[in-house]
Nanobody, 119 residues
Framework: LRCSCRSGGGLVQPGDSLRLSCAAS????????VGWYRQAPGKEREGVSC????????FTADSVKGRFTISRDIGKNTVHLQMDTLKPEDTAVYYC????????????WGKGTQVTVSS
């Protein structure tokens, strides 16, 4: 399994929205839990949210609750991270990762995509 962030990163202004999309190289993402993580310059990587194969969402970071939404598009074997009301502190490289569970140790990482929120 190889994940990839297929779209969504970029430079936006505070208050704007972006949607990140994660897909797998073999179109099997529907069978895996998928998480989104981010890493800002000089900071440790942090978990943003995760969705199981059954579409249960066991966690969403407090810093993004009410602004970010993780979801699946079953028909397209894709997981999205809808990011609304973006703030400068959301600036980071965002990664998607898949495995059989949500949590530490998920191992099928995609390459990151840069999200920059700046006026």
């Amino acid at each position: 399994l190889r994940c990839s962030c297929r779209s969504g990163g970029g430079l936006v202004q505070p208050g704007d929205s972006l949607r990140l999309s994660c897909a797998a190289s073999d179109d099997t993402l529907n069978y895996y839990a998928v998480g989104w993580y981010r890493q800002a310059p000089g900071k440790e990587r942090e978990g943003v949210s995760c969705i199981t194969s059954a579409e249960f969402i066991p966690f969403t970071a407090d810093s993004v609750k009410g602004r970010f939404t993780i979801s699946r598009d079953i028909g397209k074997n894709t997981v999205h991270l809808q990011m609304d009301t973006l703030k400068p502190e959301d600036t980071a490289v965002y990664y998607c990762v898949a495995d059989n569970f949500c949590g530490k140790g998920m191992k099928y990482w995609g390459k990151g995509t840069q999200v920059t929120v700046s006026s």
